[in-house]
């Protein structure tokens, strides 16, 4: 059985492109066949639903 990789982007503060780069590469693993699951956990501002048009 292949194992499984988790990857997490975190930090105190805001605007220093966490989402940006999960996101991008979210889509180029995706779209090379693996399967991605993203999730937002910003509780007071998630926007990747917005952003990847979800």
């Known amino acids: 059985m292949e ?3 988790i990857w ?3 930090g ?3 605007g220093v492109g966490k989402s940006f780069v999960a996101g991008n590469l979210g889509i180029l693993l995706a779209q090379n066949g ?5 999730a937002d956990l910003d509780l007071g501002g998630a926007n ?3 952003w990847l048009g979800v």
Do not use: D, E, N
């Not at 693996?34 to 993203?38: A, G, Q």
């Open 48 to 50: 990747m639903h917005t």
């Open 34 to 38: 693996h399967t991605v699951i993203l």
């Open 8 to 10: 997490a982007f975190g």
């Open 12 to 14: 105190g503060k805001g």
């Open 3 to 5: 194992q499984k990789k």
